[in-house]
Every structure is written in C-alpha cells, then in structure tokens.
C-alpha cells in the first residue's frame, strides 16, 4: 500500500514512515525537503500520486491566533489534491480533550482542523494523543527561571511520541473510521508533579511551584486532557522513558 506522510521528516513522522516501511508498505515522506509545501500545493499532486493513504502529522508554526489559518489553508489544500488524486483515506493526528479547551487559540485551531477533515470529501480517521514526554522540558521551560518553574496542577496522561506513531501508523492502514481513536498514556500526573519527576531525573535542582496561571495549561479545565473511557492506553512509563533517554 502507498500512504504519504505529510510531515514525514518529524518527530512523529519520520517514526510512523519507518514503522510502516517495515510492514512492507510504501509509505513516502512528503515534506519542504523533497519540495512538497503543504501552503501554497507545490509538488503535492505529484506527492499523492498513486497513494492510497494520505497522513497529515504537519503543525501550524505558532500556538497563536495565527494557527486556525494555516490549518484551514494546509487542509483545504491536502483534501482539493488527495481528491483530484483519488485518495481513499485521510488520517490526522490531533489531542485528546481538544474540544473541550475553549480557551486556547492552538486548540480551536485543532478543532477547526478536525472539522474541516469531517466534512471533507475524503473517508477519514482521527487520533488523538495526549501530551508527548518529549516535549516535557519545553513545556518547563515556558514558565522558569533560573531557580523556579512556575506549573499548574492540571492533570495529563503523557505518553511516548514512540508509541502514538505505532497508532498512527495502525489506524492508517486500517479501513477509515469516520470517527477518533484515542491514545493515552499509562500514569496521570499533575503537572506540577511531572515537572518534579522530569527535573529530578535530569539533576536539575530547581523548585516547582503550583501556579495555576502559569503556561497555556493554566486555563485547561478539569481533567478533560487525561484518557476518555475508549481510549487506547500505551505500556510505556515516564520515569522508564527518561531513563532510557541516558
């Protein structure tokens, strides 16, 4: 089977293209390298040609106000050139509560993303993911300074990008859903308590702090981020996670 990753040179991307590649598929990476831009169409025809998936594992540069843009613009244009190109299934990658986060501009941008593939002319499937432990220290690092980091208490359900590309890469070569597939984690942290764990485990001596303004997960409601009773729960913990990063 051909399927395209769109963003087939990213962290998850690059992983779902490899895992896929090993099944026997002929799962190409479409992506600015190999002159595929996703904005403007250039190069995406010819990218879809003769494929019978198209996974799109692209991200909007900024988590701003700008990001509901580039997704209607990247999607529009991903499902005008997968119908012209007789594309039977579209999968994209969104976050598990996305709808339920009003308050920030990234996560209506998903939702909006979501929308547009639903009513697309295209049989689609959704995965979504909570939070990936690889972007722990990024998130530490919005709210720190030299001797505190800043967190709420919000609770997530993290999980390894390793195990939602082993998702991503099942549900593509599956018939398509026309629904979602969630994807969570083993264990539920605050947030403020993974901060703890992350920090310990890299020797960093800095304190963390319950703030529950700090960040863009100060405004997340409830525990709408940890796993829905369907989803799927993966094996790896992040404390084994951190340890095999050494």
Known sequence: MKIAVLGGTGL???QVVRLLGEQGHDAEPLSPANGVDLLTGAGLD???KGAEVVVNLTNSPTFDEKSPAF???TMDTMLAAAQRQGVGHAVILSIVGVDQVPG???YKAKVLQEDVLKAGPIPWSIVRATQFFEFVNAVLSWT???ETVRLPATPVQPLASADIARAVAQVSVGQPLLGVHNVAGPEVFTLDELG???LQAQGDSRTVVIDPTAGM???VPGDVLTAPADAEITTTT???WLAAQK
């Open 238 to 240: 992040f404390r084994d």
């Open 71 to 73: 997704f209607q613009q």
């Open 217 to 219: 997960f100060g405004v």
């Open 12 to 14: 998850i991307g690059s």
């Open 46 to 48: 010819e990218g879809l």
């Open 196 to 198: 703890r764990v992350a």
């Open 104 to 106: 920030l501009d990234y």
């Open 144 to 146: 720190s300074d030299a």
